[in-house]
């Protein structure tokens, strides 16, 4: 990783900032000074001070999101702001959303760039819990809660898992699926003759969407998020 990108993700300040802290000879890899603010160093192994001062640095980063709307669940893109960007902090490289929430979607977004905890999350075979809370444009009827609860023909090669209904009022409901199939929670209500107007995920897994986060902001996961995830 580049010193400057180094510096900048320890909370030294902007790339600008951070390329001053080095010309005025402040930072030292491995007890010598560095004058150079493209130089590479290795993160977890080399020494880096400032002011003498070791940095400890966060490299495993978990990171929850309240996602707005208009928001693309990418790493980059051309026309949309991405999620990425909706954290206003250098973040180390790799980082990635864990699965996608359409565009229009809210809630819960797990960013990391932890590929392990990512691949277990998304595997189909574990089926982690992914709970929505779904606001329909027409009333959810009896018939069509049996259908969500047995399984949906969604014109896929399958039927979709049987799903966990809490009406919560005529028109909307908390849908727990286990898998992440293409526009999955819309494409279950199609089928049912239904609408969703307003879709936002709550939780995932044993992590629930903070209720105090608003629309837009992210804070760090604690350790113990962290630890249940990794259980889970
Ligand atoms: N299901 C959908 O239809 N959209 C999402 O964003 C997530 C689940």
Redo the contacts with the bound molecule.
């Keep these: 990783m580049r010193l400057d990108k180094y510096l900048s993700i320890a909370g030294m300040g902007s790339r600008k900032d951070v390329k001053k802290i080095i010309r005025q000879k402040r930072v030292k890899i491995n007890g010598a000074v560095s004058v150079d603010d493209d130089v590479h160093i290795d993160p977890y192994t080399d020494e880096i001070r400032v002011d003498d001062q070791i940095l400890e640095v966060v490299l495993d980063v978990y990171i929850m999101l309240n996602k707005p709307q208009g928001v693309v669940?990418a790493t980059s893109d051309e026309l949309h702001k991405t999620v990425l960007e909706c954290i206003e902090y250098t973040l180390p490289p790799g980082c990635f959303p864990v699965g996608?929430?359409?565009i229009?979607?809210e809630g819960l977004l797990l960013i990391t760039n932890d590929g392990e905890l990512s691949h277990r999350l998304l595997s189909p075979k574990r089926k982690v819990d992914?709970v929505?809370y779904v606001e329909c444009r027409d009333i959810i009827d009896e018939k069509t809660v049996d259908i969500l609860q047995s399984g949906v023909d969604i014109d896929d090669e399958t039927l979709t898992l049987p799903a966990q209904v809490e009406l919560l009022s005529e028109i909307s409901m908390n849908l727990t699926?286990r898998e992440?199939?293409?526009?999955?929670?819309?494409?279950?209500l199609s089928a049912c003759g239904n609408q969703?107007t307003y879709?936002k995920?709550i939780k995932m897994g044993p992590l629930s969407l903070d209720d105090d986060l608003a629309l837009g902001s992210w804070r760090f996961l604690s350790e113990t998020e962290v630890e249940q995830l990794k259980k889970g």
């Design positions: 669940s996608r929430l359409d229009d979607t992914k929505y699926i992440g199939r293409y526009h999955q929670v819309k494409r279950m969703v879709l995920r």
